[in-house]
């Protein structure tokens, strides 16, 4: 009897993919927005990394909700890891000296690297997500290798965090009343192309979400550990 | 070109299977984080640089510490 409805459920889906498959027309374009966005993508929002203007340019409120889904996640997290109570683990083994002298070289370049990465990305490869994830890798290597754990001052991360999301959203909200009626409308000029001061409103938002998405992760690692010590 | 992209892919998915077979899951993690590794490669190559980024950064360095976390806090060999 289960077995029955099961396979009779299984068709029933399988004929759902089928439908909605057949009605596809097979080996041709589906949308026009694609070819839009490659064409007048460096017209329209200024940005050399056609990535960039998509997430930012033509897609910065779907770009807003994912910040949001970090900032809940990063929450969640430390709400959740604070009610539970605190267990000893086994002893920390010192870091060798490899790690030491790695740590205190690359650090600063781990560092210097994401800030490149998220202030250029209207112009590289990269833009705030990828650079704040390097910085945050960067605090990785700094947990690893000091052997007294120093923390993260959770004020200033917060800091960073809550002023990121801020200036996002005000500069979504400045466009919104300055421009026409639509969110993130990029108010400021577009500047010379391919330089650094270019792109209008993109540069200052990836900032900000470099910041933030910066001090978001470390900050998940530090709770994480503080709670394993 | 095709050799070196042939070999990155048969090194992912051996390292892939070994993360699903390991007991050791310290050993599994650090077989997940090469599968990672070798997938920001493979973007690169695809042209996908951005996305390669993300995937270094994020799937290499900090879930592989998420995870080495969490199997401190836990056991480390799975019965």
Same mark, same amino acid.
């Given at each position: 009897?289960?077995?029955?409805?099961?396979?009779?459920?299984? !068709?029933?889906?399988?004929?759902?993919?089928?439908?909605?498959?057949?009605?596809?027309?097979?080996?041709?374009?589906? !949308?026009?927005?694609?070819?839009?966005?490659?064409?007048?993508?460096?017209?329209?929002?200024?940005?050399?990394?056609?990535?960039?203007?998509?997430? !930012?340019?033509?897609?910065?409120?779907?770009?807003?909700?994912?910040?949001?889904?970090?900032?809940?996640?990063?929450?969640? !997290?430390?709400?959740?890891?604070?009610?539970?109570?605190?267990?000893?683990?086994?002893?920390?083994?010192?870091?060798?000296?490899?790690?030491?002298?790695?740590?205190?070289?690359?650090?600063?370049?781990?560092?210097?690297?994401?800030?490149?990465?998220?202030?250029?990305?209207?112009?590289?490869?990269?833009?705030?997500?990828?650079?704040?994830?390097?910085?945050?890798?960067?605090?990785?290597?700094?947990?690893?290798?000091?052997?007294?754990?120093?923390?993260l001052n959770h004020f200033v991360s917060t800091l960073f965090e809550s002023v990121g999301g801020l200036i996002f959203l005000v500069i979504g909200l400045i466009g919104l009343k300055l421009g026409s009626q639509y969110f993130l409308n990029n108010f400021l000029p577009n500047g010379e192309f391919n330089t650094l001061l270019s792109a209008g409103i993109i540069p200052v938002i990836y900032i900000a979400i470099g910041f933030k998405v910066g001090s978001e992760l470390s900050k998940i690692i530090d709770v994480l550990l503080e709670e394993s010590e | 070109m095709i050799i070196i992209v042939s070999v990155l892919i048969i090194i992912m998915l051996a390292a892939a299977v070994a993360a699903c077979i390991f007991k050791d899951l310290l050993s599994a993690t650090i077989a997940s984080c090469m599968v990672s590794l070798i997938a920001a490669v493979l973007f690169f190559f695809l042209q996908a640089p951005d996305v390669a980024m993300a995937e270094a950064s994020i799937g290499a360095a900090l879930v592989t510490a998420v995870f080495v976390i969490a199997i401190r806090r836990t056991r480390r060999y799975e019965e």
């Open positions: 009897m289960k077995k029955g409805v099961s396979i009779i459920l299984l !068709l029933i889906l399988l004929w759902g993919v089928v439908a909605a498959l057949s009605e596809m027309p097979f080996g041709k374009a589906k !949308l026009e927005v694609a070819g839009h966005y490659t064409d007048y993508g460096k017209e329209d929002t200024g940005a050399a990394n056609i990535v960039t203007s998509v997430v !930012l340019g033509y897609r910065g409120f779907d770009t807003l909700g994912e910040v949001t889904v970090l900032f809940l996640a990063c929450i969640g !997290l430390a709400v959740v890891l604070s009610t539970l109570k605190k267990q000893g683990c086994g002893a920390r083994q010192t870091p060798s000296l490899i790690l030491n002298t790695g740590f205190r070289f690359l650090f600063p370049l781990i560092l210097l690297f994401g800030t490149y990465v998220f202030m250029h990305g209207h112009l590289s490869p990269g833009g705030g997500f990828q650079g704040g994830a390097v910085i945050a890798s960067g605090f990785v290597l700094m947990y690893l290798s000091v052997p007294k754990i120093k923390r | -």
